[in-house]
């Protein structure tokens, strides 16, 4: 699946994704006797990873690894068996909420306030057109194939939930999906057990509107409440704890012309000691540095491609002083120098 020519990331195409299903993933690939441990190498983490709570990646570095994985089972649909083969326990309290919900249409609600906690790589959306009840899986953009292997684990994983709710068939009428006909069509077919339907206007599942109003089986008030209430205050704190970071990128953007301030200024500005923005940004696994060069790598792309700007003119607008400098790292960024974008 993976594309011989380097893909540039869009101007979406930074931060970093906290890495909820790489056990599982790595057990999938254990079970065929792949090297689970070369798996990791080839991005530069190993198996400790693996094992610690929150533990952070870069979305590209993610997008690799799923690239890899279908690379070394040769399984187009490695993404979609993943996640129809996700309990709906392996989401923790937002699967746990999901679950004992009222009706469908509350479970959706759920899982679309709370998909934050567990991914940061799709959103999700609840519709209502005509008769039909839509959950929409929306990809970040930027992600390329990768985004379709995302929404193929996101939408196995949400129609588990869902399945799990009912004691009855499926009340899920259609799957959608917006890319064209994959090679494994059929086995999609197969494990969703319902209607899958190739190169449509958008992603995600269709039901008959009355049914997702239909209370469930395992509704349960008192654990909902409970799960929820654990939900929240992991959002709050994800909100938070992020923030820092994304308003470090907004004022490094707005003061990106002949060069940017220097971490000192940046932390006058947004009201904090130097100490303290050092710390707030460690504890979201980043730094002044790492952010700069995210912010840098995305304005390298659009001055060079978008604006058509020459290298020269690009190096000066990105604070450079010596173009060789933003030449090595340009090619550091993307593997190739600017003179071939």
Known sequence: MRSKVKKLPTSNDLGNTVIHYMPQIAEQLSIKGLDVVGWLAGVGLDETCLTKPGYEVPVSTYGALLERAIEL?????????????????AHG????????ANTIQDSMQIIETYVPLRTSLLSIRSETVNDTFRVVFEPM??????GNVVAEIALG?????IDATVANDSPCQCVLFSMPEPAHAALARELLGCEVLYGQSWTGMSFNYSEVLSPLSHRDALVMSEALSICRRELERLESSHSIVARLERLLLESK????????????????????FHRRLQENGTS???VLNNVRRRLAHEYLKMMHLGVKETA??????DIANFRRAFTR?????PSKL
């Open 73 to 89: 089972t040769g399984d187009s649909g490695f993404g979609l068996k993943l996640g129809c083969n996700l309990a709906p326990s």
């Open 93 to 100: 309290n937002v699967g746990l909420a999901a679950l004992a």
């Open 141 to 146: 953009p930027g992600l390329g194939d990768v």
């Open 157 to 161: 994983t949400v129609k588990n939930v």
């Open 257 to 276: 012309q002949g060069g940017f301030p220097n971490q000192n200024d940046c932390a006058q500005v947004l009201n904090l000691t130097p100490r303290t």
């Open 288 to 290: 002044y540095r790492d």
């Open 316 to 321: 000066y607008l990105l604070g450079y002083g």
């Open 333 to 337: 960024w993307y593997g190739f120098p």
